[in-house]
């Protein structure tokens, strides 16, 4: 089945305590990226990835790191994580082109104590 | 910047009527794709609809259909003989074309719709 896999789906953690939220796409796509969801805002995005190792910042990528080392995985980093990174993250893939929509995971609920 | 403006936080419709929810966008892009995505309480993003900006004729699939008005930007969406299964969050999106660029998309902030009995 052609799915995006995200992990945790809930993670409860301390203010500066590094996190790591992994993202999986078995469809082969080249485009990955990273939204939050914070309620009133909609989706925002954090970061993308065009391809393997090649990432850049969306509109909201401050306290946030990512890497794509292998075509499939697309891994968020929190390095210290603060209480305003509580939020809701969807990792997201598609082919070279989003023109069809894109496939996104089922979410990771992150709160920060 | 793109922007995308959904005025309708909430709305609820009684099972089987039909409901309409509104999305409007500011771009000065001419080519872009524009998208409905439903949000359950599952949390999961299923994508509901798509319509190309350069093609005048509004999408439909099955009981969701949209009317896009590109001179006024808005970009409606109809889900006609709504069932209990359509409650969820619903966003609108906006995304402009690009060639080996980032096809973000840009998000509203969501219409939260619900079916009643």
């Known amino acids: 089945e052609a799915q995006v896999t995200q992990n945790p789906r809930y993670l409860i953690t301390v203010t500066g305590k590094k996190l790591t939220v992994t993202c999986s796409q078995n469809m082969n796509h080249e485009y990955m990226s990273w939204y939050r969801q914070d309620p009133g805002l909609g989706l925002r995005q954090i970061y993308y990835s065009m391809n393997v190792e090649v990432t850049d910042k969306g509109d909201v990528p401050e306290g946030y790191k990512v890497s794509r080392k292998e075509k499939r995985n697309f891994p968020l980093i929190l390095e210290s994580p603060s209480p305003n990174q509580t939020s809701l993250y969807f990792c997201?893939?598609?082919?070279?082109?989003?023109?069809?929509?894109?496939?996104f995971g089922s979410g990771t609920r992150l709160t920060v104590v | 910047a793109q922007t995308v403006t959904q005025s309708q936080p909430e709305m609820s419709v009684q099972e089987a009527e039909t409901v309409t929810l509104s999305c409007t966008y500011d771009t000065s892009e001419n080519n872009y794709y524009l998208f409905w995505y439903k949000q359950p309480p599952s949390r999961q993003m299923i994508l509901v609809i798509r319509q190309e900006a350069y093609k005048q004729q509004n999408a439909t699939e099955n009981r969701f259909s949209v009317n896009f008005q590109k001179a006024a930007k808005s970009f409606s969406l109809k889900i006609s003989d709504s069932q209990l299964g359509d409650t969820a969050m619903y966003f609108c999106?906006?995304?402009?074309?690009?060639?080996?660029?980032?096809?973000?998309?840009?998000f509203g902030t969501g219409t939260r719709l619900t079916i009643i009995p």
């Open positions: 997201a893939s598609s082919p070279w082109t989003g023109k069809n929509g894109y496939t």
């Open positions: 999106a906006f995304m402009k074309t690009s060639n080996f660029g980032n096809e973000k998309l840009t």
